[in-house]
C-alpha cells in the first residue's frame, strides 16, 4: 500500500480549500442536468399562514408593528383591518397597505418583513419514505438535498438512498429525476448534491423492495 507523504497531503487539502473558494459548482446528480440545475431562479417567496410579519410604516413608528398572519390568511395592523396577506410577496403586500393608507396618511412607505416562515404547500419541500423524520419543510433559497436531509435527520438504516426520486412540478406536469442520497450521505460525493426548487418532492424507497 502506497503511503502518502506528509507534504502530500498538505498539498492536497491546499487543492480542495481553493477550488472551494474558487466557488466550483460540483456536477449534478445523474438525471439532472446541469443546465436546468444552473438556469432555475429562485421564486419570490409568497406569505402563507402563521407567518410572522413586521410591517414598518416609514416615519411612522405609531402604524408600524409586528402581525402574525391569521388561518384566513389576513393580518390587521393600525388603520388597516382584515389585509388579505396569504398569497402575496412580502413586496406586493407592502404595496397594498400603502394603498390603504393614503387615506390616512400622505405619501406612505410601507416595508414588509417576513421574521417567521410558516410556508405555503407550494413552496415546501416534501421528504417522504425512509427519512429519520419525514417532514414538510419550508423552502428557502439556495436549499439543496443536503441542506433538507440533515434538517430530516439522514436516511434510516434501511433507505434505500441511491434510488431515491425527486418528483418535480411544473405548469401542472410532473417530472421525475433520479438521486444518489446513499452516495451523497454515507460517502461525502458532493457532487450527489443537488439544488431544490419549491414544491419539490423526495421520495426514499425501502431497500427490501
Excluded: H
Excluded at 409568497?46 to 411612522?60: K, M, N, R, S, T
Excluded at 390603504?100 to 407550494?122: W, Y
Excluded at 417530472?175 to 460525493?189: F, N
Amino acid at each position: 500500500m502506497t503511503m502518502l507523504r506528509p507534504q502530500a497531503i498538505f498539498l492536497t487539502l491546499g487543492a480542495l480549500m481553493l477550488a472551494a473558494c474558487a466557488g466550483i459548482t460540483p456536477p449534478p446528480s445523474e438525471g439532472i442536468s446541469r443546465a436546468e440545475l444552473q438556469g432555475q431562479e429562485y421564486p419570490e417567496y409568497v406569505i402563507g399562514p402563521y407567518d410572522e410579519l413586521q410591517v414598518f410604516v416609514w416615519q411612522a413608528p405609531e402604524l408600524s408593528q409586528q402581525a402574525r398572519v391569521r388561518p384566513d390568511g389576513r393580518i390587521s395592523t393600525p388603520l388597516v383591518e382584515d389585509m388579505v396577506a396569504a398569497g402575496k410577496s412580502p413586496t406586493e403586500l407592502a404595496a397594498d397597505i400603502e394603498d390603504r393608507l393614503t387615506e390616512f396618511v400622505r405619501t406612505p412607505e410601507v416595508t414588509v418583513i417576513v421574521t417567521g416562515f410558516s410556508s405555503t404547500f407550494d413552496q415546501q419541500i416534501r421528504v417522504l419514505g425512509e427519512a429519520q423524520r419525514p417532514a414538510a419543510l419550508p423552502y428557502q433559497a439556495g436549499m439543496t438535498t443536503l441542506d433538507v436531509m440533515i434538517a430530516v435527520g439522514g436516511l434510516t438504516e434501511f433507505a434505500a438512498g441511491n434510488r431515491a426520486k425527486l418528483i418535480r412540478g411544473r405548469d401542472g406536469e410532473k417530472q421525475t429525476y433520479k438521486l444518489r442520497l446513499g452516495d451523497l450521505l454515507r460517502k461525502g460525493d458532493v457532487t450527489a448534491d443537488v439544488p431544490l426548487q419549491p414544491g419539490d418532492v423526495i421520495l426514499i424507497p425501502d431497500s427490501i423492495f
